[in-house]
């Protein structure tokens, strides 16, 4: 069964100190691996798809990218309104055509 | 707007009751998926349709049923309401099977309907 795991559960940064939020993934056939932010009380908003390991993406102040097992979200000096919720989601070969979204991580980034 | 559009947004009802969610997809797309977000828990997929068919399931309780109508709309059925169904219940579109390209295989989410059962 296709499974995600996001680490950590929270991370608390200063304005400008940049660091990385890891996914885990286990998956038959990857279809794709994505990155989603969501701010509170609102839907989940894409960001990145990464197909196959080596693959980067990047937009602004993030850069994604893609091994077999893992995936991180690499965040540059990041900004106050950078923070929110960070998702990963997987879509396989098997297990119908369902994506599957890890539990999440909570940036809070602090001026 | 992300074009996903999901009534009610809030919904208060009481254990026992049920309700229904609607949502519309994004213009084009013929696939509409439901998740349920607790507090605790992490989007769970409920279940999928694609041009009026069930596609996937997920962990969709015996209690919720979902159909998806021939103008692409689809609604989830709630019934027997639980304390514990108390969560957001986001609807998502993603454009038809086969497009290749950056948008494929990526879910549109509507900004969700939050239901309280007290």
């Known amino acids: 069964e296709d499974q995600v795991t996001q680490s950590p559960e929270a991370l608390r940064l200063q304005e400008g100190e940049s660091s990385s939020l890891n996914c885990s993934y286990t998956?038959?056939?990857?279809?794709?691996l994505f990155w989603y932010r969501q701010d509170p009380g609102k839907g989940p908003e894409f960001l990145f798809t990464?197909?196959?390991a080596g693959e980067e993406k990047e937009k602004e102040r993030l850069k994604a990218t893609l091994t077999k097992k893992e995936s991180f979200l690499h965040i540059t000096a990041p900004k106050p309104e950078d923070s929110a919720t960070y998702l990963c989601a997987v879509k396989g070969a098997t297990g119908g055509f369902k994506t599957i979204f890890g539990a999440g991580t909570r940036l809070f980034v602090k001026a | 707007d992300s074009g996903v559009t999901q009534t009610p947004k809030h919904l208060i009802t009481a254990t026992g009751q049920r309700v229904t969610l609607r949502c519309s997809p994004r213009?084009?797309?013929?696939?509409v998926y439901w998740y349920q977000q607790s507090l605790d828990q992490g989007l769970q997929f409920l279940i999928q349709?694609?041009?009026?068919?069930?596609?996937a399931k997920g962990n969709i309780l015996e209690r919720f049923s979902a159909q998806q109508f021939p103008d692409l709309h689809s609604e989830l059925n709630l019934s027997s309401l639980e304390l514990g169904d108390s969560a957001l219940y986001f609807c998502?579109?993603?454009?038809?099977?086969?497009?290749?390209?950056?948008?494929?295989?990526?879910?549109?989410f509507g900004a969700g309907s939050r239901l309280t059962v007290l």
């Open positions: 213009s084009g797309d013929l696939s």
């Open positions: 998502a579109s993603s454009v038809p099977t086969g497009t290749s390209g950056p948008g494929a295989n990526v879910l549109t």
């Open positions: 990464l197909y196959s």
């Open positions: 349709y694609y041009n009026g068919e069930e596609r």
């Open positions: 998956v038959s056939g990857l279809r794709g």
